[in-house]
């Protein structure tokens, strides 16, 4: 074996402690782009072997996260560890054990299948058997082995996404990380790689961490951070999460909500919220509450709302506002910007 193929691909007894520690550590994390600040003293911890969701609008911070964690970038302060080792010091160390798959697209649209694999493994290096071996599994694992000889170009939106997916993948790393990995996909393709993420980690132990700003992929996952203006505003299961709201959501739509609100907590000492035109509160059994504020207020109510809490609504008690407003820019308009 060549010493840049010998430098590049780990042994097994590198590889069996990469997958002992394959976990993610992030302690006090900041970073400033000038007078912004994108990340405000962040710290959580990924478990090895599990999904683990970084939840935010745009601008929350999600990506300067990632780019940070896959030793694109530098922090401004505190510090992270993957696998044992420290992206901004040690990048190369994380380079090997870590599997990225960024938002924007790497795939060569020119060159087929395999040889976008094959490309990759060389930058591991991977070659000969070895390289062709690892080459069939990945094309067999994200079912493309069919499709093998056929330029991506030709491939559908999800099936080029299953490309970055077996790229990322190449060199059998311990952790992997995807930012916004359905950008762009139809429902269907979306469920298809959830369930891949899930059978990866089930089956082989691969520690997921997984950006979104789509509630129901949160869900998906075993645990999350929900992040906002830079910071961890919520952390734990979706279940522990949702389970803070402690009863049903209800949402009172009305011409004056300000004086609505007041009257409520006048009335049922209820503190409530206002959202625009609508007065938000949590009560348990929302539905005989709502139909006690209908029988008082019912010339000033438009409609009523009762729902189970959602990580919105966790996101709405955490921070006090919705997760989309106006001054954060929802995915695809016009002069949006992520950090």
Same mark, same amino acid.
């Given at each position: ?26 302690? $006090? ?10 990340? $405000? %003293?962040?710290?959580?911890?990924? /478990? ?25 970038? #530098? ?21 090997? /054990? ?62 080029? !996404? ?41 089956? @082989? ?16 996952? $075993? ?22 709201? %402690? ?8 011409? $004056? ?18 959202? @625009? ?10 539905? /005989? ?14 409609? #009523?709302?009762?729902? /189970? ?8 008690? !955490? ?6 407003? @106006? ?13």
């Amino acid at each position: 074996m060549s010493s840049r193929t010998h430098s590049a691909v780990l042994s097994h007894e590198e590889e069996s402690s990469a997958t002992r520690n394959a976990a993610i550590e992030v302690n $006090d994390l900041g970073h400033r782009y000038g007078e912004r600040v994108a990340l $405000d %003293g962040i710290s959580f911890d990924v /478990r090895a072997a599990e999904i683990f969701g970084l939840l935010g609008p745009n601008g929350s911070g999600k990506t300067t996260l990632f780019r940070i964690l896959s030793t694109l970038m #530098v922090p401004t302060s505190g510090s992270a560890r993957i696998a044992g080792f420290d992206p901004a010091t040690q990048p190369n160390q994380v380079r090997r /054990r870590i599997g990225v798959v960024a938002q924007a697209q790497s795939v060569d649209v020119k060159l087929t299948a395999r040889e976008n694999l094959m490309h990759q493994g060389h930058l591991y290096g991977l070659s000969g058997a070895r390289l062709k071996q690892r080459i069939a599994e990945m094309l067999e694992r994200v079912a493309l082995a069919d499709r093998a000889n056929d330029l991506v170009e030709t491939f559908s939106g999800g099936m080029q !996404r299953r490309v970055e997916l077996a790229k990322g993948l190449m060199h059998s790393p311990a952790i992997l990380l995807l930012d916004e990995p359905t950008t762009g996909l139809d429902p269907g393709a979306r469920r298809d790689l959830w369930l891949y993420l899930d059978s990866l980690r089930a089956q @082989e132990g691969v520690t997921v961490l997984v950006t979104t700003h789509l509630m129901e992929e949160a869900e998906r996952c $075993d645990r999350l951070a929900i992040l906002s203006h830079g910071k961890v505003v919520a952390l734990g299961t979706p279940a522990e999460l949702k389970s803070e709201i %402690g009863g049903d959501v209800i949402q009172f739509e009305a011409d $004056d909500p300000e004086a609505l609100a007041e009257r409520i907590h006048r009335r049922f000492g209820i503190i409530c919220s206002v959202e @625009e035109n609508t007065v938000r509160l949590e009560r348990a059994q929302g539905h /005989r509450f709502a139909a006690e504020v209908m029988e008082v207020f019912a010339s000033e109510i438009q409609s #009523v709302n009762i729902s /189970r809490p959602t990580l919105e609504d966790v996101f709405v008690n !955490r921070t006090g506002h919705r997760f989309w407003t @106006e001054n954060q820019n929802r995915p695809g308009a016009a002069g949006s910007v992520s950090t």
